[in-house]
């Protein structure tokens, strides 16, 4: 077993109990945000540019309006993305990702490289 390894079990068993527990519910946080459906693709479809809600029907493919609306009113209710009204005419909406929205993405491109790193291992 390598020394890493080692010392998080090490850390690991020295917590109490309540405190291990509130982390793992806070895993499990992180995991119901990013399962549920079109999450992760209205994310990326945001950071990719795609800030307008057509072009987000347009990025996100299979989804209907009514899903992307409900999808990024409940995305900005959790503080992931922030709705921006931009005046002028005509006048548009634009969603962009929050402080705490870009944090999330950070966490699902270690996922993403994880992942694939995971991938080539088992593959060959």
């Not at 982390?23 to 459906?37: F, H, N, W, Y």
């Not at 307008?52 to 990024?72: G, H, P, Q, W, Y």
């Not at 002028?88 to 992942?115: A, C, D, F, N, S």
Request: aromatic share 6%; charged share 30%; glycine share 6%.
């Amino acid at each position: 077993m390598n020394n890493e390894l080692e010392n998080i079990l090490s850390n690991i068993q020295q917590k109490e109990a309540s405190v291990l527990c509130q982390e793992v519910t806070s895993i499990g946080d992180t995991m119901d945000v990013l399962r549920a459906k079109w999450n992760v693709e209205i994310l990326t479809a945001i950071l990719c540019g795609q800030t307008r809600f057509k072009d987000m029907l347009t990025s996100v493919k299979n989804i209907s309006e009514k899903v992307l609306a409900d999808r990024l009113k409940q995305l900005a209710d959790d503080k992931l993305i922030e709705k921006q009204e931009c005046y002028g005419y005509p006048p548009r909406v634009e969603y962009r990702l929050t402080e705490h929205g870009k944090r999330l993405y950070g966490i699902v491109y270690q996922m993403t490289e994880w992942g694939m790193e995971h991938r080539r291992l088992m593959l060959g």
